[in-house]
């Protein structure tokens, strides 16, 4: 709906002269003769002229709105320069500024109107006003200045004076312009709610009675055009706003639960603001923010002649071009990126999200000068051809969404580098991907592709190749045609064949060929010096050629889950190896050679069959990481006290009855596993671990603990659970970090007082032993879970009372009758299993 217009038994005649650009985007006419009829009243006939039905005058509402609904037009004051209108005086050089649309050339003449309008304000009738609805409907609370009662009987009175001659305006005339005035209001109520549609409804308005309007003043003309300032129209004062404050304003309408400082995207309205790009009508909406808020000039019409007939009508003129703006103004909701397009420094960047329709659109205006477009999780569905015409575009993002297809005209993105369509439904690729002779970068992970053309092998200049999780059985060999290619990621697709053609690609550094089904590595695996990682995780691989050991680059190797025997001793010759996972295979011995990988930090061999350890193992004097766990070791090498280097030793689950005293040598160590074997006795070397933080003995054959243990300060988790331990040694004591002591499942009958002085203490476990009292004073500050479930408690001390940061207590299956001590913060309290929890359930 838009806003009345205002009937006019004259017209007045402004000449469209086209700009340079005439021609209409879409159907390639002139856009004169796009637009026959303008919904403000113009009318554009053959003659490109167009005629104003708003009572004689000219108003920069009408220029506006022309340019909305005519945007390749510029209005210029064809009227001023006919050869019998001698009209021209001081309305011509205003209107040339509003030509040339340029806000800061009128300033001077706003500054000059200022106090023009506090003398215009003391001449309206606020009634008038009141009943427009300016005050409270459109401004809100602004807190006003209120007129005194001497300027409203002045106003009353002046009134009350009948017009002279000319000036005399009839009763039907004043009554044709209230309803006008009506209807105005009705429509201003409907948007307002619109726009903020969580205030309550605004009621119908009814029609107004009959007010006389004969004393409504001639407006000043000496008025702003430009968008710096607005000068609103009240019945009570003269407000001026600056346009970022009507900026935040808005936005506060529209996001009214941030409550938050619109400071910055205010200033960045004002750059969207200037943008002023050469586009067809519907794409107008894609700018709608641009020339938006001229309200100055809205606020300010030009009378081209100055009688009371027209005057009177110009704050309705006024107040309708607000809401007109109103209405623009409803439309912001569809830009691009919806509230995001605010956040946009630079429109040559812009995320579409949740807004792939408008894309169309979109690249129509920018498709000459955007060079990223970022269409990740958008929800597309289709991409449209015109992305082809982007043609600066350098990278193109559209991963996340649900596209089935790439559109063949893809190809024509000549300057393209880096295309991710990852997270997609393709199926395949268009032929038309090999055009792209530039590209670098190509990511398609996440797919359902099936097959690759063969034109992908004119992808000359192509670095990276990411085709993880996808439906691949075959590689075609122009892929091997890519001699530029540094990675290439071939993961989780079903692959049975690694094609000899893969030594074509020398300058290949990254190959992942994990979750495949390969059984074999070609030789010619030997020509790829310059690899540096070769994934090969979870593949039927039972043998490793020799060749493998030409890869003297090679750093990082995984082999982890398949089904190799042995490894060849070639693997010595991969001097360069830092990592190595051989984990989950069916090794029963280790190659001595490989002692000779003198770089290597991380060995990972657990889940194998390994019944030894050769000590060559010694001479990886670099190494960090060394996991053993699962496997049939009867015994360690004493050579492994030479891993100077070593933090973390993963031996559970094997078959040790004892550990060598070298241990003690590994002053680095900070993690160590011993858990599920057979020891029986811990060397006292232990003590010697100074930088141990957590000690793993459970499920053991252990019957005590060397009091060296407490030399290890900094250890915060021992595990001593499943044992024989029927004591503990006092020097627990000593460890001031420890923060889990779990001790459950063993023939503990005391628990020493020591332990009730561990200051870090968290977590203590004493389940399953054959404990029957508890220390009297036990002093755990920091303890927030103990479990003393199934032991032969009859009694909680009440010094638990003093846990003042236990959460959790823990008595199942005891002989506990009577209630626990009060524990500020305890949340959790397990009393199944005993006579106090079963009258508690009475």
Not at 413 to 436: M, T
Not at 527 to 546: C, D, I
Request: charged share 20%; proline share 7%; with cysteine.
């Amino acid at each position: 709906m838009m806003p009345p217009t205002f009937p006019s038994s004259t017209q007045t005649t402004v000449r469209a002269i086209p700009t340079e650009n005439t021609e209409d985007a879409h159907v390639g006419e002139p856009a004169k003769q796009a637009v026959t009829s303008l919904p403000c009243g113009h009318t554009l006939n053959k003659d490109d002229e167009i005629h104003c039905l708003a009572c004689h005058k000219l108003g920069l509402r009408d220029s506006k709105v022309i340019e909305k609904y005519t945007p390749n037009y510029d209005v210029l004051p064809a009227l001023l320069q006919d050869k019998n209108n001698s009209k021209k005086g001081e309305f011509e050089s205003f209107l040339k500024d509003l030509v040339k649309k340029d806000a800061m050339q009128s300033i001077h003449t706003y500054e000059k109107s200022q106090a023009n309008y506090e003398n215009l304000f003391k001449q309206l009738d606020p009634r008038l006003l009141s009943r427009i609805g300016i005050d409270s409907l459109v401004l809100g609370d602004l807190n006003l200045k209120k007129i005194s009662d001497n300027q409203e009987e002045e106003l009353l009175y002046q009134e009350s004076k009948e017009p002279k001659g000319k000036e005399k305006v009839s009763d039907k005339e004043s009554e044709e312009l209230l309803e006008e005035i009506n209807k105005v209001r009705q429509f201003g109520a409907e948007k307002l709610q619109q726009i903020h549609p969580s205030s309550s409804p605004l009621s119908p308005l009814a029609p107004q009675p009959f007010i006389s309007t004969s004393s409504l003043p001639t407006p000043p003309t000496n008025l702003p055009t430009g968008p710096t300032y607005i000068q609103v129209l009240s019945p009570q004062s003269t407000i001026t706003i600056s346009m970022s404050s009507l900026y935040k304003e808005i936005l506060q309408i529209h996001f009214p639960e941030e409550n938050g400082d619109f400071t910055e995207q205010a200033s960045i309205l004002d750059k969207i603001y200037k943008i002023k790009p050469d586009c067809s009508v519907e794409e107008k909406v894609v700018h709608i923010f641009s020339k938006l808020f001229t309200l100055a000039a809205y606020l300010a019409p030009v009378e081209l002649e100055k009688t009371p007939k027209k005057s009177r009508a110009f704050t309705l003129s006024n107040y309708s071009s607000y809401l007109l703006n109103i209405n623009r103004l409803l439309l912001w909701r569809k830009l691009p990126g919806g509230a995001e397009y605010l956040n946009q420094p630079k429109i040559k960047a812009l995320s579409l999200k949740e807004k792939g329709e408008l894309l169309s659109q979109w690249i129509e205006v920018h498709a000459k000068t955007i060079t990223r477009l970022d269409l990740n999780f958008s929800g597309l569905t289709l991409l449209p051809s015109e992305v082809g015409e982007l043609s600066q575009l350098q990278e193109l993002c559209i991963g996340g969404n649900q596209l089935t297809i790439l559109p063949a005209s893809i190809g024509l993105l000549s300057k393209l580098k880096k295309l991710v369509a990852s997270n997609n439904h393709l199926i395949a690729l268009p032929l038309a991907i090999g055009q792209l002779s530039q590209l670098q970068q190509l990511y398609l992970s996440h797919n359902q592709i099936n097959t690759l053309p063969a034109a992908i092998g004119q992808l000359s200049q192509l670095q990276s190749l990411s085709l993880e999780n996808n439906k691949l059985a075959v590689l075609p060999p122009e892929l091997f045609q890519l001699s530029q290619l540094h990675q290439l990621s071939l993961d989780r697709n079903r692959l049975t064949v690694l094609p000899k053609e893969i030594g074509q690609l020398p300058r290949l550094r990254q190959l992942g060929l994990n979750d495949n089904y390969l059984t074999a590595l070609p030789t010619e695996i030997d020509q790829l010096f310059e690899l540096r990682e070769l994934g090969l995780n979870n593949n039927h691989l039972a043998s490793l050629p020799t060749a493998i050991g030409q890869l003297s680059n090679l750093e990082w190797l995984t082999l982890a889950n398949n089904n190799l025997t042995a490894i060849p001793p070639a693997i010595g010759q991969l001097t360069g190896l830092q990592m190595v996972d051989l984990s989950r295979n069916q090794l029963t011995t280790l190659p001595t050679q490989l002692g000779q990988l003198s770089l290597l930090q991380e060995l990972y061999l657990s889940h194998n069959q390994l019944t030894m350890i050769p000590p060559a193992i010694g001479q990886l004097t670099a190494l960090r990481v060394l996991d053993l766990d699962h496997n049939q070791l009867n015994t360690l090498p004493i050579e492994v006290g030479q891993l100077s280097k070593l933090k973390n030793l993963k031996l559970s689950h094997n078959r040790l009855s004892i550990i060598p005293k070298a241990v003690g040598q590994l002053s680095k160590l900070q993690e160590l596993y011993l858990s599920y074997n057979q020891l029986t006795a811990i060397p006292t070397t232990i003590g010697q671990l100074t930088e141990l933080q957590t000690l793993g003995l459970n499920h053991n054959q252990l019957a005590s603990i060397p009091t060296d243990i407490g030399e290890l300060l900094l250890l915060k988790v021992l595990d001593l659970s499943d044992n024989e331990l029927n004591a503990l040694p006092a020097a627990l004591a000593q460890l001031s970090q420890l923060q889990s002591l779990h001790l459950s499942n063993n023939q503990l009958t005391s628990i020493p007082k020591a332990i009730g002085q561990l200051p870090s203490l968290l977590h203590l476990d004493l389940r399953r032993n054959q404990l029957a009292i508890l220390p009297a004073k036990l002093k755990l500050p920091a303890l927030q879970t103990i479990d003393l479930s199934y032991n032969q408690l009859a009694t909680i001390p009440a010094s638990f009372s003093q846990f003042l940061q236990l959460q959790q207590l823990s008595f199942n299956s005891q002989s506990i009758i009577t209630p626990p001590p009060q524990v500020p913060n305890l949340k959790n309290l397990i009393l199944e299993g005993n006579p106090v929890h079963e009258n508690f359930m009475k």
